[in-house]
């Protein structure tokens, strides 16, 4: 498990000035969304990519000792207004096309948060488009990675489970993070949150997020790692039982803070080794 970072924490920049950037802070592979991280091309549509384009973007990463571990995509996949619905998907399959030229094994997301009341049509939107995307995830040789986030259609492991279960392929796989099912409720048995999690999802994980979570009293904090509660042994422990090598892409931290949650979860990760 190496621990790697959101390209986006750098800020929006020309990409190669964000890959030369993250490459000086020593790590060695992001998360890369696109339209969030890079600011000298506008991905805001589809169409803008090429093989060509996308092997220039992930050899100026690798240049830099960085690889693209996870290419992300964050797009609502069960808007109500079907043209954007339609957009999303474009876009979402553009960045499928062209994730191996980048390096990228996988295309990865949330799948977004219901406006208003959810209704029954909903998951069933939602299905389809995971088929959709399956579909080209499969020709293509690329994972699709779902993410279970509180407050998403998927937002919680049973969920992401069933989705699963209803969409049976072998190229959809599970990007875990823990901190994105605790809320003010469950908080308190946040270790039988992370087991369940392992239990129904862990054979399926590609990926894994690292953020912290504390409760104030009044609200549950979103941290970086290392300054909250969260109980990362049992975390860490799993995914190491789970899968030794899958990528740790580390969340919610200012820059200053980058390299002490990085060393807060190398030395989890030593003493769990040795």
Known sequence: MSVGVLAHLFGKLPYKE?????????????????????????????????????QKIGDAFNKNGV??????CYLHLFERDEKVR???????????????????????????????????????????SIEELTEEAEKWGVYLGIE???GHLIGTAPELKQLLDEVPSSNIGV?????????EQNFNHQDQVIEEAFSLLGNRIIAAHAKDRKWNGKTLDVLPAGQGTMNYEKYLQLLE???????????????EELLDSKTFIENIQYKLRN
């Open 241 to 255: 039982q789970y899968k030794p090598f899958a990528p740790i892409i580390m969340e919610e931290c200012k820059k």
């Open 148 to 150: 279970a986030a509180n």
């Open 18 to 54: 964000l890959a030369s950037n993250i490459g000086e802070y020593g790590f060695d592979h992001v998360q890369l969304a696109l339209w969030k991280g890079i600011d000298d091309y506008d991905f805001s549509k589809p169409g803008l990519l090429t093989p060509n384009f996308a």
């Open 175 to 183: 990007v875990l993070d823990p901190g994105n099912l605790m809320d």
């Open 86 to 128: 339609r957009e999303n998907l474009e876009r979402f399959k553009e960045l499928i096309r062209h994730a191996k030229f980048m390096g990228a094994p996988m295309v990865a997301a949330e799948v977004g948060k219901p406006d208003g009341k959810v209704e029954a049509s909903d998951w069933k939107t939602l299905v389809q």
């Open 67 to 72: 690889s693209i571990s996870v290419l992300a």
